[in-house]
C-alpha cells in the first residue's frame, strides 16, 4: 500500500493498493475510490461489536479490497490534520477515541483502559481511549494543527484533557486535580489535567472538537 497525504486543514488521505491488498475503516469515511474495489461490511462478532460501541466507535467496520491495482480516498471529519502511525509489534499507539480512520488489515484497534481509577473516573475525555496494535499502518484524525513532543524517562507534560491526540503505549497517563479554591472557581479551566509521563512520543491537538462545540453553543438559538 502506497499513500499520500493531501489538502492541509481539511486533509484527504488516497491508498494506493495493489491486487488483493485490503483497508479496513470506520462507517462514512471513504470519499472516493475506483470501480474496482470492493466492500465487506464486518462487526468482528458480539465482544468487539460492544467494546467499539463503548469507546466511541461505530459497531460495523467497512473493509475495502482491491480486485486488480486499485486506489481510495478516506476523508476526515473535523478540520485539522490526518497522520499516519506505523504499527509494530511490542510498539503500539494511544488514541484519543473517535480519532481512527482507517488502517492496513493488519492493525488491531481496541478500547484502552487508564489502569489507576483516579485517571478512569476524573479524566473525562481520556477515560476511554483507543489503542491501535498487530502490524501495519494507520491513519488518525487530529483536530486543528498536531504538536509532538519527546518525553524522555520520568519527564512529564500537564496537558488540559481535550488536548491529548495520542501517544506511544509506553506512555504513563494519569490525572492531577487544580490547586488552590481560587483557581478553581475564578481560573475557567477544568478541574482536573492530564499527566503524561515519559519514556515516549506524545501527539497535542491544538483545536479540540470539544472545545469548538463547546464555543459554539452559546450562540445557537434557544428552544422555544
Known amino acids: 500500500m502506497q499513500y499520500n497525504i493531501i489538502g492541509g486543514s481539511f486533509p484527504v488521505v488516497t491508498c494506493s493498493l495493489a491486487d488483493g491488498e485490503s483497508m479496513v475503516t470506520e462507517k ?3 470519499v472516493w475510490m475506483t470501480p474496482n474495489m470492493q466492500m465487506a461490511t464486518s462487526g468482528g462478532g458480539l465482544g468487539k461489536m460492544f467494546s467499539k460501541a463503548f469507546s466511541g466507535e461505530s459497531m460495523f467496520q467497512n473493509i475495502y479490497t482491491a480486485r486488480g491495482a486499485g486506489m481510495i480516498a478516506f476523508g476526515s471529519s473535523f478540520p485539522g490534520k490526518i497522520v499516519a502511525v506505523q504499527i509494530q509489534p511490542g510498539h503500539s499507539w494511544v488514541l484519543q477515541k473517535s480519532a481512527f480512520l482507517a488502517s492496513e488489515m493488519g492493525v488491531e484497534l481496541s478500547i484502552f483502559f487508564n489502569k489507576k481509577l483516579g485517571a478512569g473516573f ?10 491501535l496494535s498487530g502490524s501495519g499502518v494507520a491513519f488518525a484524525e487530529i483536530d486543528g494543527d498536531l504538536v509532538e513532543y519527546v518525553l524522555e524517562a520520568g519527564q512529564q507534560m500537564i496537558v488540559d484533557t481535550g488536548y491529548v491526540a495520542g501517544f506511544e503505549e509506553s506512555v504513563s497517563i494519569d490525572i492531577q486535580s487544580v490547586r488552590g479554591v481560587k483557581n478553581v472557581v475564578f481560573g475557567g479551566e477544568g478541574l482536573f489535567n492530564t499527566v503524561l509521563s515519559g519514556p515516549g512520543r506524545i501527539w497535542l491537538q491544538t483545536m479540540p472538537i470539544s472545545g469548538v462545540a463547546g464555543a459554539i453553543i452559546p450562540y445557537l438559538p434557544a428552544k422555544s
Open 28 to 30: 462514512g469515511s471513504m
Open 122 to 131: 476524573f479524566g473525562g475525555e481520556g477515560f476511554i481511549m483507543q489503542r
